[in-house]
């Protein structure tokens, strides 16, 4: 099935890290859909291993190929890779992630119902990275007006499964560097261009997470790039200097002063 008037590139970045495994299954996933892509653009951002290698020789012929002669990171990577995206509308995919059979369909639907609509996502089942396990749902606020009330605390999309309009983001300076926040410090300039907003009440993939997670999201690194986002957000107006105060006193309890077993608690409890 192919929808003529909606052509749409997806765009996912490899590095060699990766497990071949999955991104054969996060490749198979994209090409499963009810709804076909016109392309798909994979970044390969530095040196990979043999195995990955071969992976991306298998599907040769259904993907666009960028390869970064070094590792740059996921900002780099995905700025480098948009500018190869040849159609207006562009779909994320990580490389260890599986989306919904009908995810393309139901993104592809909501554009066409909504011609101001510039970024849309939805709900993530958060699984087990190796047994496949149902854990949780990541949910994130639905309309405009909460989206933009939301990320003045969290990013208020679930960046595996957005879809955007390649135009809107090129306005909004397109990605970044910024570790680990490179998505979020996009929504915020989207949201400085008053760029319309929506995430869909539905699961449309399956996020892979490992005991690291919370590990991730924690320690003074992670909480420095939280500090540059939030006075990037008071700099552009997003939020106010007592809501920079709040969320710098909230990242400082939770990323520095939390043990890891502690944060993954509170995320389970209270961000899910």
């Not at 990320?151 to 879809?163: A, E, G, L, Q, Y």
């Amino acid at each position: 099935m192919k929808m003529s008037n909606q052509e749409f590139s997806v765009l996912m970045s490899v590095y060699g890290k990766d497990n071949p495994q999955w991104l054969q299954e996060a490749i198979d996933s994209i090409i499963n859909q009810t709804v076909k892509t016109n392309q798909i653009v994979i970044v390969v951002d530095g040196t990979i291993s043999n195995e990955i290698e071969c992976i991306l020789t298998k599907y040769k012929e259904q993907t666009d190929v960028l390869r970064l002669e070094k590792n740059s990171g996921l900002g780099i990577a995905l700025q480098k890779g948009l500018k190869v995206c040849k159609y207006p509308l562009v779909a994320r995919m990580d490389s260890d992630d599986i989306s919904l059979p009908n995810r393309f369909e139901l993104q592809l639907k909501e554009f066409s119902n909504n011609s101001n609509l510039s970024i849309l996502s939805g709900f993530v089942q958060e699984i087990d990275c190796d047994t496949k396990e149902e854990l949780s749902i990541r949910k994130v606020p639905l309309t405009d007006v909460d989206i933009k009330q939301y990320i003045k605390t969290r990013s208020s999309f679930n960046h595996p499964c957005v879809m955007f309009k390649k135009d809107d983001v090129l306005k909004a300076g397109n990605y970044q560097p910024f570790h680990f926040l490179e998505d979020y410090y996009l929504w915020i300039r989207m949201v400085k261009n008053n760029f319309n907003m929506k995430n869909l009440p539905e699961v449309l993939l399956n996020m892979r997470v490992n005991k690291n997670l919370y590990a991730r999201r924690g320690g003074y690194k992670y909480f420095r790039n939280n500090i540059f986002l939030n006075k990037e957000m008071l700099k552009l107006g997003i939020i106010n200097y007592p809501f920079y105060i709040f969320n710098i006193v909230v990242r400082f309890t939770t990323q520095v002063l939390m043990p890891d077993k502690l944060r993954e608690i509170f995320y389970k409890t209270f961000l899910r």
